[in-house]
């Protein structure tokens, strides 16, 4: 099987211009690239000489994960953009628990804010946790090294810089923080949430 290149249908996003977006998407279809040719390149080194070829076979199962992860951590970025801003529900069970763990809907946005103010490049995650009826907001920095098992991702705000260095200097990442959660679709991120939490 080969992984598709998905296409998503953005609006127009203010602070986000279409260049960068552009150039964003471009990156996006290199992991999906990436994906289906390492596991072609893994089947044919394996039916060529799959003694010979072992340590070539498993360089590229570790390189596995960071690319599918980034393709799939765009595919999480891009669909939240989709369609058009629309601002979070008060009475959604994500804005429930946001209260429950951060004291307001007000203070869970503050808390995406300081986690992505830290420092490097990475990835701000909100991951649900159904066992514990709770969500964790977490850095990642590689996309393939710190995620958190088997959870499911409900936001993804990409903090490397090709995510916003065609529209900001570095300096200005709270900037593009901020243009990130003005065109961000929340209800997208709730039914996320609530699929996650109805799946337990
Ligand atoms: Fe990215």
Known sequence: MTYPTKTFNLPVLEGLSEKQI????GLYEGYVKHVNLIMEKIQALK?????GNAYLINELRRRFGFEFDGMRMHEYYFEQLEG???APDAGSSLAQAAEAKYGSA??????IKEVAGSRGIGWVIVYADPTAKTLHTVFVNDHELG??????IVLALDLWEHAFMVDYVPAEKKNY????????NWPVVEKRFAAAM???
Do not use: M, Y
């Open 22 to 25: 552009k150039v964003h998407l």
């Open 47 to 51: 039916a060529a000489d799959a003694e």
């Open 84 to 86: 058009a801003a629309q």
């Open 106 to 111: 007000e203070n869970f946005i503050a808390h």
């Open 147 to 152: 995620q958190l098992a088997g959870l499911p």
């Open 177 to 184: 923080v901020e243009a990130f959660l003005a065109n961000l």
């Open 198 to 200: 109805s799946a337990a």
